[in-house]
């Protein structure tokens, strides 16, 4: 393997998640040989992109424009707020088609352990969010870890009183899911979030 041109390439490619070192030279050695047809384009993309896409001032989402396209699309509901760990679930969200109302990306969860607390994430401008008024509910959509429930936890105790209702997206046994296939815990959720029929 020669050149420090293909071993930079290589090491870059690497740092993306998913990518080990073994995958890394598969994917350079591909784009390599497709050069004219997906490196070339993936190139400019990738510069253009660089140039463009920007976090949104209000909710922290990734656009072109700012304030981003979901917080200035009318049609949707501005009393219903989604709070989110990062943009990929926001992305997913807006994928299912399943939410009309407005997001809030807090940038990851609480952790003690990696060493991020309240001031690393998007929590203070989500209390002058709920502070400016206009909003009924809070959905609290964090992951169902221990650093998920964590933050969840620190975010319905900061919103505690200020005239909004907190809830908490539901867990346990998925759409098509079979018991014996599900862990201890996530049986043990979804029987604690059982509802009537």
């Known amino acids: 393997m020669g050149g420090s041109e293909i071993e930079r390439l ?3 490619l690497g740092r993306l998640p ?17 050069r004219e047809s997906l490196m070339r384009p993936l190139g400019t993309a990738l510069h253009d992109a660089a140039l463009a896409i920007k976090a949104c001032s209000v909710c922290g989402n990734l656009d072109t424009v700012d304030p981003c396209g979901i917080c200035t699309d009318t049609r949707r509901d501005p009393g219903l707020l989604c709070v989110v760990e990062d943009v990929d679930d926001l992305w997913a969200m807006e994928r299912g088609r399943i939410f009309n109302g407005r997001y809030h990306v807090l940038g990851g969860t609480l952790s003690a352990l990696d060493g991020v607390g309240p001031d690393e994430l ?5 209390v002058r969010r709920v502070d400016a008024g206009g909003l009924r509910e809070v959905i609290v959509a964090t992951g169902a870890t221990v650093d998920g429930q964590t933050t969840a936890h620190y975010i ?18 998925p759409v ?14 979804a029987l604690k979030a059982r509802r009537a029929l």
Request: proline residues 2%; glycine residues 14%; without cysteine.
């Open 156 to 173: 319905a105790d900061r919103l505690a009183g200020r005239g909004v209702e907190v809830t908490r997206i539901a867990h346990g046994v």
């Open 122 to 126: 998007n929590l203070a401008s989500l």
């Open 10 to 12: 290589i090491q870059l």
């Open 176 to 189: 098509g899911g079979e018991l014996d296939w599900l862990d201890d815990g996530t049986l043990a959720t």
């Open 18 to 34: 998913g990518l080990g070192p073994r995958s890394a030279r598969r994917v350079a050695l591909h784009l390599l040989k497709k």
